[in-house]
């Protein structure tokens, strides 16, 4: 059972903000939001996790909704290197890392 | 910045013959991964090792698979004997654990087998 839903692919020019959404309705209390990104046949990087406050850190920022049921992870900036396949995934501590399809972001030139 | 390293990059393989990948997680990580990516598909969990033992496996990790870490560093990958399916990408990753900590991946071993 898919636990989140993305879009499956985005467009964004560089040097925009690149706003990729997520929802996940379903969401327990106890588990956290993290995104990871796949940049083409290399292995996920992990970018940012959050529980209830929006987090920021050198490579992205991370808005949760008051309701916990949507995010959205923001690349300030973006460059032609951030072009790849961005996941969205909920779990508890501890837990695996499940991945779904995720979206695949291109950043136009 | 600490790296989990994988070797090979590319093996290539006959199949029904076993093949052993190899990972070396950062050292202070607690908790080691196995994913696979079949060409143009979704990352799958395979395994997962804390504690010296398996603590949870995926319904692909069947009996033709196995998992260890035979000293402090290495942890590795065994396919007793490869099927033409197996060809995939293999990423290993490590974390220290708990909620706050991501995965670290490797750069994976892309295994042909032929």
């Known amino acids: 059972d898919a636990k989140t839903t993305q879009p499956t692919s985005m467009d964004c020019a560089e040097g925009r903000a690149a706003n990729l959404p997520c929802n996940h309705s379903?969401?327990?209390?106890?588990?956290?939001v993290y995104w990871y990104r796949q940049i083409h046949s290399q292995g996920p990087q992990y970018i940012i996790h959050?529980?209830?406050n929006n987090e920021t850190n050198e490579m992205a920022s991370l808005i949760i909704t008051e309701d916990r049921k949507s995010s959205t992870l923001i690349l300030p900036h973006a460059t032609l290197r951030d072009t790849a396949v961005y996941y969205c995934?909920?779990?508890?501590?501890?837990?695996?890392?499940?991945f779904g399809k995720g979206t695949r972001l291109h950043i136009l030139p | 910045e600490p790296e989990v390293t994988q070797t090979p990059s590319h093996q290539v393989t006959q199949m029904g013959q076993e093949v052993i990948l190899r990972c070396v997680p950062i050292?202070?990580?607690?908790?080691f991964y196995w994913y696979r990516q079949i060409l143009g598909q979704k990352v799958e969990f395979l395994v997962s090792?804390?504690?010296?033992?398996?603590?949870?496996k995926s319904e692909i990790f069947d009996d033709q698979f196995s998992v260890e870490r035979p000293d402090g560093s290495n942890f590795t990958l065994k396919i007793r004997s490869t099927k033409l399916e197996d060809s995939a990408m293999y990423f290993c990753?490590?974390?220290?654990?708990?909620?706050?900590?991501?995965?670290?991946f490797g750069s994976g071993t892309r295994l042909t087998v032929v």
């Open positions: 050292s202070n990580h607690l908790y």
């Open positions: 090792f804390y504690n010296n033992e398996i603590s949870e």
């Open positions: 379903t969401i327990s209390g106890n588990e956290y």
């Open positions: 995934i909920v779990r508890v501590a501890d837990d695996k890392i499940i």
């Open positions: 990753a490590s974390s220290v654990g708990g909620a706050n900590y991501g995965y670290t």
């Open positions: 959050g529980l209830k």
